[in-house]
Nanobody
Framework: VQLVESGGGLVQPGGSLRLSCAASGFSVSSAAMSWYRQAPGKEREWVASISSSGGSTDYAFFVKGRFTISKDNAKNTVALQMNGLNVEDTAVYFC?????????WGQGTQVTVSS
């Protein structure tokens, strides 16, 4: 099982980024997928989740209305569309997969919001 995040970078406040998480070794249609983030000096925090079927999504209050999580079963990927970014969104973003009795994390992708 492997997760590889991509799409991070430097963006100005108010800008957008789209993160992608490429999965291998399992099908994203069989796992609950989530995004987490960790800012410097802070604990890792949950950002968003999507159910195995893709029919249910949930968001942390601080990203609700700005971020959208989605999955592409054909490409075996999960995306996080981030709009209206602010400096507080600066963090390393991690993808997490969870199935019956197992979970896996990616290595993360850096998102920096700065003018």
């Amino acid at each position: 099982v492997q997760l590889v995040e991509s799409g991070g970078g430097l963006v100005q406040p108010g800008g957008s980024l789209r993160l992608s998480c490429a999965a291998s070794g399992f099908s994203v249609s069989s796992a609950a997928m989530s995004w987490y983030r960790q800012a410097p000096g802070k604990e890792r925090e949950w950002v968003a989740s999507i159910s195995s079927s893709g029919g249910s999504t949930d968001y942390a209050f601080f990203v609700k209305g700005r971020f959208t999580i989605s999955k592409d079963n054909a490409k075996n990927t999960v995306a996080l569309q981030m709009n209206g970014l602010n400096v507080e969104d600066t963090a390393v973003y991690f993808c997490r997969a969870r199935g019956p009795g197992w979970q896996s994390w990616g290595q993360g992708t850096q998102v920096t919001v700065s003018s």
